[in-house]
């Protein structure tokens, strides 16, 4: 069925950058609405950024700026290019999509990122 693999994270300093990868199987990452969620210990786990299929974007208030969330149709995956770091972004980013006309989403596995000082 419907598989998201995540690639990109890891230990970065503050003010560093990554790339999170999320390769999408069986479902399409340019007909639905694809997410990135991240989850800190000890706390909710948080919408940071999603992208619709017209294209449209969406950042959490605390990434703006800093985070930019893309797609490549032709390899059918979407990226989270993450820069300027802070140490609470520290968290598992999840990747996600959501098919609408089912009403269902679907989780990746999840990848560390961790920022330090």
């Known amino acids: 069925q419907v598989q998201l693999v995540e690639s990109g994270g890891g230990l970065v300093q503050a003010g560093g950058s990554l790339r999170l990868s999320c390769a999408a199987s069986?479902?399409?990452?340019?007909?639905?609405?694809m997410g990135w969620y991240r989850q800190a210990p000890g706390k909710q786990r948080e919408l940071v950024a999603s992208?619709?299929?017209?294209?449209?974007?969406n950042y959490v208030d605390s990434v703006k700026g800093r985070f930019t969330i893309s797609r490549d149709n032709a390899k059918n995956t979407m990226y989270l290019q993450m820069n300027s770091l802070k140490l609470e972004d520290t968290a598992v980013y999840y990747c996600?999509?959501?098919?609408?006309?089912?009403?269902?989403?679907?989780w990746g596995q999840g990848t560390q990122v961790t920022v330090s000082s």
């Open positions: 992208i619709a299929s017209d294209g449209s974007t």
């Open positions: 069986r479902v399409s990452v340019n007909f639905n609405t």
């Open positions: 996600h999509v959501y098919i609408l006309s089912l009403s269902f989403g679907y």
